[in-house]
């Protein structure tokens, strides 16, 4: 069956330091991916998503690009802030079945 | 206005109680959902919803059955509560066209059951 795997938490950075929280895949068709985030005490929220290889999802100064040859989605940003601490977590579907959701990485920014 | 809503958002309750959370969504979504979270953040999706089917994940108690009034809610009840089930549960929704897999899941607050 399909599966997202994502890179163990907790990651904790200082301030303005970039980000990489690593996402790959298994899929049997082509999946849509997204990225999701968890503020404390919050729901999920979507933060960005791609529909086809090469695609690029970019919001809030995160990114990540649709890499069909290396099956990943790789989650982005150049300066990181106290306020992006949460926890992330990587996704796919594909037409017709429910969404798979990575195990989530927790993300820690110290000021 | 709220997209997905929960109620209650704390539920704490003992052991053998029977107990239901409520979902509602004002997006005119076709489909709902429930999830659990455990303590290390891991989400498992326990049902998914829709007027015309109800596909139940096989490693869910029967003890949880979700009920449906009209396309807008989703409630989950859960009879003979266990220790175990303490976590946090999520309702969900999506609006779900077979051709398309890009559309997203929009997710409620959640609700925090306490099992003691």
């Known amino acids: 069956g399909d599966s997202v795997t994502q890179m163990e938490g907790p990651v904790t950075l200082s301030e303005e330091a970039f980000l990489t929280i690593n996402c790959t895949y298994t899929?049997?068709?082509?999946?849509?991916l997204f990225w999701y985030v968890q503020y404390p005490g919050e729901g999920l929220q979507l933060l960005l998503k791609a529909t086809k290889a090469d695609d690029k999802g970019s919001n809030k100064g995160f990114e990540a690009t649709y890499r069909k040859e290396t099956t990943s989605f790789h989650l982005e940003k150049g300066s990181v802030q106290v306020s992006d601490s949460a926890v992330y977590f990587c996704a796919l579907r594909e037409r017709g079945q429910n969404f798979v959701f990575g195990p989530g990485t927790r993300l820690s920014v110290l000021p | 206005d709220t997209a997905v809503s929960q109620t209650p958002k704390y539920l704490v309750t003992q052991m053998g109680n029977d107990k239901s959370i409520k979902c509602e969504q004002n997006l005119g979504h076709d489909t709902m959902y429930w999830y659990k979270q455990d303590s290390k953040k891991f989400l498992k999706i326990m049902f998914s919803y829709n007027n015309k089917e109800l596909i139940i994940n096989e490693t869910v108690p029967n003890r949880f059955s979700p009920k449906s009034p009209d396309k807008a809610h989703l409630n989950l009840h859960i009879n003979s509560l266990e220790l175990g089930d303490s976590a946090v549960y999520f309702c969900?929704?999506?609006?779900?066209?077979?051709?398309?897999?890009?559309?997203?899941?929009?997710f409620g607050p959640g609700t925090r059951l306490t099992v003691l």
């Open positions: 969900a929704s999506s609006q779900d066209l077979p051709s398309a897999s890009g559309n997203e899941q929009f």
């Open positions: 899929a049997t068709g082509y999946p849509s």
